[in-house]
């Protein structure tokens, strides 16, 4: 028990070991080129209905500064547990809304992981090989035509008595292959809804327009590439 205690005082106490100035470098490099590569495929092959653009600029700091401080704390005992008293006390505020931003995230910080463990080529590899899998099956999804374009749409009408949200979504669904709701406003004033919906061409998008203006011909139907809303700065 005795010797027991005495290993561990000594894990604690020992000096954190040296750290290779030129090969943490060269891990940073390859973390900032990695998680640039990342957000470029976030920002051209994710489906998120905001400026996936400005999301993406997070990851390099991120890849950045998982790297680091994995390769600090992996040359101490002391350093990883005052890692782990560090990080019980801070709270991450910041709300994730949607599973692609965490998949995208956890990709980037899992490439801080990999090169602050000294472990680039398999780092390199795998992230490669993931990126691979996605481009593919976002290349197929299009190809098969099953999902669609994704657009914005927005819709307000001012009319009294006018068009319900149940009235809206039955339209939407005659001609879009996927239907999300955003926003729903309804007032005396009228109604304003905004969703994400999937069409497969101008064909039914012209025809979806055409069936909710029947509902009130005064109704302000605006679509909206989420391509174009990735661009933005």
Known sequence: MVESLQ???????????????????????????????????Y???????????????????????????????????ALSLGLVGALSIIRFRTAIKDPQELAFIFLTIS??????????VVTILSVLFILAVIGLRRLVTRRGGSDGENLYLNITSQAEGGPDLTDITAVLSRHCSEVGLKRFDATEGGVEAAFDVALTGLEPLAACRRDLQKLDPAMRVVFVDQSGLAGLD
């Open 111 to 120: 490439v801080g992981l990999g090169l602050g463990a000294d472990q680039p």
């Open 7 to 41: 290993d561990l005082q000594g894990l604690l106490t020992d000096p954190a070991a040296p750290i290779p100035y030129l090969g943490t470098l060269f891990n940073l490099v390859v973390a900032a080129i990695l998680s640039a590569l990342i957000g470029e495929a």
């Open 43 to 77: 920002v051209r092959w994710g489906d998120v209905l905001s400026n996936r653009r400005a999301f993406a600029r997070n990851f390099v700091p991120i890849a950045l500064t998982t790297t680091l401080i994995i390769t600090v704390v992996k040359t101490s005992v």
